[in-house]
Every structure is written in structure tokens, then in C-alpha cells.
């Protein structure tokens, strides 16, 4: 079965840094990819998804994310984090309508 | 946001007693999804359905169980609460197969003592 991995459990930046969070997966084969967001106490969001194409997808509130398919790696950026960005990071890996989760990253940005 | 909600938001259940959770979505969705979220396990999912009367299970299934006898509701139901199955439980829908992602559900806290 596929999985997916994210590198970091918990990471604390300040605001104006940069971010760039972690994403490995292990199926080889076609997959869509996404990065959802879940703030304190809500549902879990969606912040962009890959598809095909250009490798570099750019979703909302300023993130990004880059395919890297000869490393399986989805991982998500955003320049300048704020601290409404609190919040937890979840990839997530879909190969023929089997959607794999990571663990999650919980990031915490210091005001 | 998708037309999705999840009831109820908070429950307390006895261990050894039986739960239902529902889910309702007003968008016509053919998919529908239950996962549950624990620290450090991310989502995993628990059972899905492609259309009415039609589900199949996911990686964490057994001690659950789901119905769709309508496009809109989608039930779980552990048939015998233990205190593993606390945890937070998300309903999720697509239009599509997962290729386009999915749209959550608020999340349901259910807690077995």
C-alpha cells in the first residue's frame, strides 16, 4: 500500500520567515496530490492540489507547492508565514481513488 | 462552503454501546467518506461509498459499519464502542472519484469511556 510521509512534526516559525514543509510519498505510479490545511477546532481545508502539468502549483493564501516526481516529493512553501497560518499541514496522495494521508504537521507562527 | 454537515459534534458513549454518526451533504456528491483522525495517524479512512447502497471498506474498518440508503446521508455506526474507537471523525464528499480532492465535514468528537 501507498504511503505518505511528512519529515517534520511540529514546527515553530517566526512571522516573516519562511516555510517549507515536507512531503514524501512511496507509490510509483500516477498520482493527484494535495495539501490540506486545518486550523485549530475546524474541518480540514483544502489549499492546492496537482494534477499534471506545470510542477509548480500555487494555491491560496499565498502557498505553493512543487512536484518533484524523480524524488516523490510534494513539498509545500510559502515565503513570509503570518501567525494566522497556525494551523495543521496534511498531504495527502491519491492513486486510483485510494487517498492516503500524512501524519500531519502542526505549525505553530510566534507573533 | 460544500453543503455538509456532521451530527452530533460532541458525543460521550459507554463503552459496549452502539453509535451512529451521520453525515448529509446537500450537493449531490457520489462519493461520500468517513475517516477517523488520531495524533500522529493522520486520517485514515473507514469506509466510502460510490452511490447509494454501494460502499466498500478502507484501511481501518473493522468494528464499523455504514449505510446510504439516500444521496445525502451517510451513517457510521460502531456497533460496539470500545475506548480505541475515540477519536474525531470526519465526513468527506467529492463529485468525482478523490482525483479532484474532497470537501470535509466539520467532525464529529466522539469519546468512549
Known amino acids: 500500500a501507498q504511503s505518505v510521509s511528512q519529515h517534520n512534526h511540529h514546527v515553530i516559525l517566526s512571522e516573516a520567515a519562511s516555510l517549507e514543509l515536507g512531503c514524501n510519498y512511496s507509490?510509483?505510479?500516477?498520482?493527484?496530490l494535495f495539501w490540506y490545511v486545518q486550523y485549530p477546532g475546524q474541518h480540514l481545508q483544502l489549499l492546492l492540489k496537482y494534477f499534471s502539468g506545470d510542477p509548480l502549483v500555487k494555491g491560496i493564501k499565498g502557498f505553493e507547492a512543487e512536484f518533484i516526481k524523480s524524488k516523490f516529493s510534494f513539498n509545500l512553501r510559502k515565503p513570509s508565514v503570518q501567525w494566522s497560518d497556525t494551523a495543521e499541514y496534511f498531504c495527502?496522495?491519491?492513486?486510483?481513488?485510494?487517498?492516503?494521508f500524512g501524519a500531519g504537521t502542526r505549525l505553530t507562527v510566534k507573533p | 462552503d460544500a453543503g455538509i454537515t456532521q451530527s452530533p459534534r460532541h458525543k460521550v458513549t459507554e463503552t459496549g454501546t452502539p453509535v451512529t454518526l451521520r453525515c448529509h451533504q446537500t450537493?449531490?456528491?457520489?462519493?461520500m467518506y468517513w475517516y477517523r483522525q488520531d495524533p500522529g495517524h493522520g486520517l485514515r479512512l473507514i469506509h466510502y461509498s460510490y452511490g447509494v447502497k454501494d460502499t466498500d471498506k478502507g484501511e481501518v474498518s473493522d468494528g464499523y459499519s455504514v449505510s446510504r440508503s439516500k444521496t445525502e446521508d451517510f451513517l457510521l455506526t460502531l456497533e460496539s464502542a470500545t475506548s480505541s474507537q475515540t477519536s474525531v471523525y470526519f465526513c468527506a464528499i467529492s463529485e468525482a472519484q478523490a482525483n479532484y480532492g474532497y470537501t470535509f465535514g466539520s467532525g464529529t468528537r466522539l469519546t468512549v469511556v
Open positions: 450537493e449531490n456528491h457520489r462519493y
Open positions: 507509490y510509483g505510479g500516477t498520482v493527484n
Open positions: 495527502a496522495v491519491n492513486n486510483n481513488n485510494d487517498m492516503r
